[in-house]
């Protein structure tokens, strides 16, 4: 029986992807280093954001991360000033968070994104609609590692079997996985199938109105 529905949040809740790559870029300039394009945001971001810090200084030149420290610092004081910029729903995702309230489903959001940028995101995008929001922190360890979405299982009161993990990349169906999860992965986010498939989705969703079908076939089992 499915009680609960984890969800991963750039590129699963929310379309993040020219806000990262503004604030990045904004950062690359600073140590006159090269912009990246958008697109490589896709692949940059997954796995928090020092390694996402670690990847753009790297494609800009910054081979020997000499300026990672200060890079890290400040991207996270940019998302804690202004999570917003640029960033929008995907399309039906309201649709279907109401939908899967309605059939009594807790909510929770599990994401590699500093914690407090998450909570402001997710406060700024739907309210009240989620039970937990739980960020990347220090005394967490992040995902791919389990710990995460456990702790928000335990808290939640379901077992992890009761729970739905839906993400976008490698990293989330990993974690979803780990943590004895319903994984489902998420077709319309950074990601593509075969990353997904490749590390272990038990489903796949084209649109997030697919997942309100996925927890109707799975809700009994």
Known sequence: MIRA??????????DTLESMAYVANVILK???????????????????ANMLMRRCLKDAGDEELLHFEEGQRIYRE??????????THYPGMPETIKGLKERGLKLAVCSNKPHPAAVKVIAQMFGGDFDIVLGQSQEIRRKPAPDAALKIAGELGVRPCECMYVGDTGTDMETG?????????????FRDKEELLKNGADGLAEKPQDLLELYEEKKND
Not at 5 to 14: E, N, S, V, W, Y
Not at 30 to 48: I, W
Not at 78 to 87: H, R, S, T
Not at 177 to 189: R, S
């Open 5 to 14: 529905c984890i969800f991963d949040l750039d590129g699963t809740l929310a």
């Open 30 to 48: 600073k140590f006159s280093l090269k912009s990246l394009p958008v697109e490589n945001f896709k692949y940059y971001c997954g796995e928090g």
């Open 78 to 87: 940019m998302f804690a000033e202004d999570p917003m910029y640029k960033v």
């Open 177 to 189: 996985k780990a943590a004895g999860m319903y994984t489902i992965g998420a077709l319309w986010g």
